[in-house]
Each structure stands twice: as C-alpha cells, then as structure tokens.
C-alpha cells in the first residue's frame, strides 16, 4: 500500500492499494477546523488504525509538496493578508521585518527572485523534514521510504490518472492556483505511462493570487470564500464590470514569448497586491468588482488553454488546482468549441494533492497506470461507525428507529416539504456533499432556500443551493455539453450549467440572476442508494431532482459518523436525520420525562 499526505492547506490522507484508491480522510473531519493547514495527524493515525498500517504493509508514503510548508495556522494565513494590505512605512514602524522583507523582495527580478525562493525552501525543508520523520515515526511508519513530488505535478497526476479519457490518446493537462513548490500553473502533455512538463509560471504571477486578494479585499476569508464571489457576479448589470475586468488585465496576462505561461505587468509579485487592488477599486460597487474579476478569470483561462490547442493540436482537456473549483470557469472550458473532451477533478484545492501523488508513485515504482482506478470521492468511513456510542450517549435526547427501506421514507419525507439530513455509507472526501453527507429538500419550492437557511446553514443570501438530478433525466433539466458526456466529474458538482424550460422544478438550485446551476448529475453505478433515493421521489412527485447541500453547521466541516450528525441535529432547527437503516428524531419533553 501507498499512503499519501498533503501537510498543507486542507490538510488530509490518502491509501492507495494496487493503483486504486481504498481510503481519504481530511483532517478537518477529526479536529473540526474547517479547512485545516499542517500535519494531518489525526488522519493518519486512524487510517493506520483501520488499515492496520506499518513498515511491513506501507510501501512508500508520499507527500504532496517538494519541501513541507512552513508551520501556520488559519489565523497566520489570514494575518499574511493583513500585513500586505498596509503600506510598507506602516508596517515597518509596527515591527513587521518579515512583512516589509517580503514585500521588497517580492518586487525583485523574476530569476533572482525564484533563486532566492529556492534557497529559503531548501534550507527550511531541512528542519521540517526532520520533523516530518518524527512524527511518522510516534504512528509507526518508521523506516517507511518517503517519497516527495512536485505540488502541481500532483495536481496534473490526480487529474490525468483519475479521469482520462483513455491511455492511449494525448491529453493536455492544465494546473492553477495560489502558488506550490515556487510554481503557480503547469502545462503537461500527457499520454500513456508519461506527464511531460511544457511549461510551468513561476509563483508571484498568479491568477489564484489574484482572486484570493480580491475575497479579502471584499471582506471575506481568502483559500474558503472564492466562490461567493463567483455566485455574486451574475447580479452584476451587463457592461457595469467592463472597466473592473480592463484593470484586471494591466495586472496580469499570457506571456507574450510564451502563452503557455502566465506574466504580471506590475512590479510586485499577485500576492502582494491588496494595496493595488485597495486603490484601485476603492469606490468600485461589489457586484461590478465581483463580476469583472470573474469575466477577466474565464477570458484569460480560455486563451491559455486555446494556445495550448494551437501548439499542440491536442483537444482533450483536464484540469486541476484551487482556480479550476470556479464552476462558472469550468462552465465556459466545456462550451468551447476547440474542446472535445474535458474533465475537472473533484475538489481539486490542495487536498487532493496526495490523490495524484501515490499514482505517481504506483506508476514509478513498477505499477501500469491501467491499474489505476478512481471511483469517486465516497472515500472515507462509514455512517454508523460508531452507531452503539450514539445510541448510548444520545438515549434520553433522539430517538433512533429502523427503518426497512431509508430512501423510500426519505423521498416521502421530502415530498411533502419536509427538509432531511441523510448520512449514509462511506463519507465524501472534499468540498462537496454528494448525498452520503447531505441535507436535501424539494427544489421546487424556492422559499426552501430560506428555510435550510434559517434550521442550519446561515448561508449568505445571494448563493443558491445545488440540485442532484438523475442522469437518465438530466436532460430534462440541463444542457450538459458534448465535451463532459463521457467523464467521471459529472457527478461531483464540479460544473455549472444552462437550465432548461423545466427549471421551475429544481428552482431552489438555479441561480435567479443567470438562470445556471451547479448540478450534480447521479449515476446509477456511482451510487446506487442516492440514485434509488431521486427514483423514488420522482416516482411520487413526477419531478427526478432533489436539493443537495452538505452537511455541517455554519463553518464547520462535514459530519462524520452518526455522533457528528446527531450532534448538529440538537444544535440545529433540523426534525429529521436518516443515517443507513436508521430515522433519529429529537425526544419532546413528554417523551423526555416518560
């Protein structure tokens, strides 16, 4: 076996056995920081647990970045932000040397800024890995070879290995983010057993960098927030964002010697940006600043990934990094018309690193990528793994009842405008609940949105939900381009869509500026228990879509096992949870006291 493990942003752990997938857990799940950046040690410590894991059954264990990420926390990364937005006097005369030292010398030469990068990495990494050891070494993994591979060489693996269209046809592979391994975008060519690098952007020009600066700017939490201000843009009145979308592009753009690469026309490196953006757009309304950024985002992605076309000829298409989880983006990928085929990888932020980086490993150590198997991202432990603890803690406060056929009464449940938590099989890895870990309602009904919004998810008001639409009737509802028809991530959430005239059936995930929606199209062989669930609601109400939302309370990750949901059910205005064969109520107070 293979263990994997991204140690940064989101951090989390991957088993990888014979090329396929066997298990992912974040570590968010364990500690319940959202988001979590350092060592996944809760993580590894239960996979070893439930895998038996140790120097005899663990191959190798490979790490998703060339050098481990300084050590920070959520705090640090949004105090990062803080310090830049000052001016550098300002700064200085508060005793930030190290914000004032980045700044200068993010405003250095390209070269020479990439050198001093490098040696920074390299003399870190020497204590971190040292740290790294000891750590494996107190979850007995001592003495396991390490492995470490290039930040987006994972992101281009996860995305090639696991979604494919086959091995025999070439593929161009695109990576974009914040910045990894002093890289922030990759260009691969890729086919067969290989990955060949044909360009690669420095850190510092950076069209992650850009979005996260601009989420701060706009009061909201940079490497978590992004897509609020995707779902914002719609509201934007056409031609407000065309002066917001002009400036962006004095900030950063293809390089003109090389379009596989990006170049920023300011001095200072993207992530140091926020005073520019601060004065930029310091009398700029929000939906125009959300609008423009996003327009200039879809525009320079689609030529990027066009001269990669024209160079090479190649039409297939896969992409992975933070920049690719923009929906709408993705959206205007599949549309154009020199694609052919084209795939996303679920939740592509960091914490899918480690996904690509044990495939890496399997095909480098003598495995064919023909193994390689990837099906889906219902990774993680099962529901009722700790169904006896619940019962005995939760006894005098939920009542818990078999029920013979689950997503039968779930259907009736929602049929008649009843909201549901579900929790069932194993969990989802990533950003999206994709039915195991949901909270599901009717999506005719748009004031639904209102109602979820009040029982438990305080989502901000302009952001739909997503419907999850079953494939045999997916195109009642969605025009689904030619270039996704064939893939994997249909199923993922990872696309939004044009509706059609029977969006007034799912009108709770529509998005009522633009009319598009973030649907998740559900497949049979996918998961056969949600697939069955849409059935039986479509049987009752003629309508084959249901609305999906993960769940967890405001701010916090996803529910794990049975424990978590009820927890969140008493914390919460939620009446129903449904976790595997099991209906939890809450116990009234006659119920209590009798």
């Not at 937005?85 to 005793?95: H, N, Q, R, T, V």
């Not at 009752?540 to 249901?546: H, M």
């Not at 999906?548 to 701010?555: D, R, V």
């Amino acid at each position: 076996m293979i263990l994997g493990i991204n140690e940064g942003i989101d951090a989390a752990v991957v088993l990888c056995r014979n090329g396929r997938i066997i298990f992912a857990l974040q570590e968010e799940r364990l500690n319940g920081q959202k988001g979590y950046i350092g060592f996944p040690v809760q993580a590894v410590a239960y996979c070893s647990r439930a895998f038996s894991l140790h120097a005899g059954n663990v191959s190798h264990v490979c790490f998703s970045n060339l050098h481990s990420p300084p050590n920070e926390t959520r705090a640090d990364l949004l105090g990062y932000y803080a310090r830049s937005l000052s001016p550098w006097y300002e700064g200085l005369a508060a005793g930030d040397v190290r914000g004032v030292t980045r700044l200068i010398s993010s405003c250095i030469p390209t070269s020479a800024e990439s050198a001093l990068t490098k040696w920074r990495l390299e003399r870190r990494s020497v204590g971190q890995n040292k740290i790294v050891e000891h750590k494996l070494a107190n979850l007995g993994l001592d003495g396991v070879p390490i492995q470490r591979y290039h930040h987006h060489s994972n992101h281009a693996a996860s995305a090639y290995y696991g979604l494919r269209k086959n091995g025999e046809a070439p593929h161009l592979v695109f990576t974009s983010d914040g910045g990894g391994d002093d890289a922030c975008s990759h260009v691969y060519l890729a086919q067969g057993e290989s990955l060949r690098l044909i360009a690669s952007t420095p850190s510092g020009h950076s069209l992650g960098n850009l979005y996260a600066c601009t989420t701060y700017l706009m009061g909201m939490r940079p490497h978590e927030h992004e897509y609020k201000l995707m779902g914002l843009a719609p509201y934007c009145k056409v031609g407000q964002a065309d002066v917001v979308k002009k400036r962006f592009s004095t900030y950063l753009d293809l390089d003109p010697r090389n379009p596989l690469c990006f170049k920023r026309m300011i001095p200072e490196r993207t992530s140091m940006i926020l005073p520019r953006l601060a004065t930029d757009f310091s009398c700029v309304r929000f939906d125009a600043l959300a609008a423009g950024l996003q327009d200039f985002t879809e525009e320079l992605l689609l030529r990027w990934i066009s001269s990669a076309i024209e160079q090479t000829g190649v039409k297939n298409i896969l992409v992975a990094g933070g920049v690719f989880m923009n929906v709408k983006a993705n959206k205007r990928i599949a549309e154009f018309p020199a694609v052919e085929f084209f795939e996303v990888f679920p939740s592509c932020g960091d914490e899918t690193l480690p996904f690509g980086a044990v495939w890496q490993c399997h095909v480098q150590n003598g495995g064919i990528s023909t193994e390689i198997k990837f099906d889906g991202m219902c990774l993680g432990p099962e529901a009722t793994l700790d169904v006896a603890e619940a019962k005995r803690r939760y006894a005098e406060r939920v009542q818990i009842e078999h029920v013979e056929d689950p997503e039968a009464k779930i259907a009736e449940l929602l049929a008649v405008g009843h909201v549901v938590a579900r929790c069932t099989g194993p969990m989802e890895f990533g950003a999206r609940g994709l039915g195991n870990r949901s909270i599901l309602a009717d999506p005719s009904h748009p004031q639904v949105v209102g109602t979820i919004n009040r029982l438990i998810k305080r989502r901000d008001f302009w952001m739909p939900f997503a419907p999850a639409i079953l494939e045999e009737k997916a195109d009642d509802y969605v025009r689904i381009p030619e270039s996704l028809r064939h893939g994997k991530s249909l199923c993922s959430m990872m696309h939004a869509f044009d509706t059609t005239a029977r969006r007034q059936e799912l009108i709770a995930g529509v998005h009522p500026a633009d009319g598009t929606a973030r649907a998740q199209i559900v497949r049979q062989h996918d998961n056969p228990r949600f697939h069955s669930l849409i059935t039986h609601f479509g049987r009752l109400t003629g309508r084959w879509a249901i609305l999906n939302t993960s769940f967890n309370l405001h701010g916090s990750p996803m529910v794990m096992g049975l424990c978590d949901a009820i927890d969140v059910l008493l914390a919460s205005d939620l009446q129903y949870l449904v976790a595997d064969h099991y209906l939890v109520t809450k116990r009234t107070m006659t119920q209590r006291d009798s």
